[in-house]
């Protein structure tokens, strides 16, 4: 996959998550076809760590199967770094477990839940100014299990 294409109200779905779960992560999974995103899935995180994410295994099941159904694929997970940037952690890596999705991380202020946001530019990823911080998102391509990746482009 050489980018991923979402629609505007997407990326505002996953950016307002973002900041409203924050400091905890937000996380989901986007489901489409080709390069398009058609589904932002919200998932539950059952992380204890504040820092980390974890998707509630029952509720995935149920995501990966529905997706099936309507004939779409997996084609990313995302999720959000409250307070840090927009790049795979390690842990994110020790848990990349599918190969050949774009993993999609939001960068958004540790506190703070902004009323307006808006996006200001746009370039390999995507920038978002909003009070009380800015939002940031990056598509990483796994390219290996355990954390290979290549940055690819979000484009709406
Ligand atoms: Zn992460």
């Known amino acids: 996959m050489t980018h991923l294409r979402l629609t505007r109200q997407q990326i505002e779905t ?9 400091p905890r992560e937000a996380c989901g999974l986007l489901t489409g076809q080709d390069e398009q995103v058609q589904c932002v899935l919200v998932a539950e995180n059952i992380a204890a760590d504040r820092g ?4 509630n295994p029952e509720q995935l099941g149920g995501m990966l199967a529905s ?70 998102l990056r598509g990483h391509l796994c390219t290996e299990a355990g954390g290979g990746w290549r940055e690819v482009p979000l484009l709406t």
Do not use: C
């Open 67 to 136: 997706m099936k159904q309507d004939g779409r694929d997996l084609l990313g997970i995302w999720h959000s770094h409250p307070g840090a940037d927009a790049r795979p952690s390690s842990t994110d890596s020790s848990q990349a477990f599918y190969p050949q999705t774009v993993y999609v991380i939001i960068s958004v202020p540790r506190e703070g839940n902004p009323r307006n946001f808006g996006p200001v530019l746009s370039g390999l990823g995507i920038d978002y100014a909003g009070d009380p911080g800015p939002a940031v």
């Open 14 to 22: 996953m950016v307002g998550l973002s900041y409203e779960s924050a």
């Open 52 to 55: 980390r994410y974890e998707i």
